[in-house]
């Protein structure tokens, strides 16, 4: 057993008793650096009662008194027969009563500033069920609009190196191309030696491959016959001149 048990009281009990760094005390008790800040300013395991590792035969004193005038020193754990061979419980996170109520603000916060998180990690930080964590993405939550967005981590929920490692574990998996993307990606030698490619105005951008040449010509010859062009007086469908003369006869006006 490499970390002291009851880690977060432990870290409270040293953060208000002993002068060490906030990394020292991060390292001992298996926590982060920041998470050991915040209960220092009070942002983080409030109400929770410093456990004492000096009275528990977790850590000596003289391992404080090293650490103290040390700041490099990282503190070892007492060794304890007892503690030889055992495993780390496997199982689903236990959130005491206490904190259940705060899992639906964890979650919201999660998914607002991690949306690239999955249900089944969002899940094992806050240690609640995936039907909860997609009413929420939904916001179908029967409480969505008293719900209020809330730092895992500030709650007590899990740990600032748990989040890091989740949110470092999704980009990665974010970042990976599929084989088609890979494919059309150039190496940085290809991209500088070729020649910028003239760019089309907005207004006309489209019309790259508009014509007027009618695309049943071949060769460039014009094989329309003279049946595709109208005749100009067919367009006003004047009559004949001889039909004029005899129009002009029949209605002579006899006042001339």
Known sequence: MSKPIMARATAVWLVDNTTLTFKQIADFTGMHELEVQGIADGDVATGVKGFDPIANNQLEQAEIDKGEKDPIYKLKLKF????????????????????????????LWLVKFHPELTDGQVGKLVGTTKPTIQAIRERTHWNIGNIQPIDPVALGLCKQSELDAAVQKAS?????????????????????????????????????????????????????????????????????????????????????
Do not use: C, H, W
């Open 80 to 107: 304890n027969a007892a503690a030889v061979g055992e495993e780390k419980r496997r199982g689903p996170r236990y959130t005491p009563l206490s904190k259940r109520q705060d899992r639906p603000a964890s979650i």
């Open 172 to 256: 990665k998996k974010a970042d990976v191309l599929s084989d088609d993307e890979r494919r059309k990606l150039v190496s940085t030698e290809q991209s500088l030696g070729m020649g910028e490619e003239p760019r089309l105005p907005t207004a006309i951008e489209g019309l790259e491959t508009f014509s007027l040449s009618d695309p049943r010509e071949d060769d460039g010859e014009d094989k329309r016959s003279d049946k595709d062009f109208a005749d100009a007086d067919s367009f006003f469908n004047l009559p004949d001149a001889e039909d004029n003369d005899d129009e002009d006869d029949d209605s002579d006006d006899p006042r001339r």
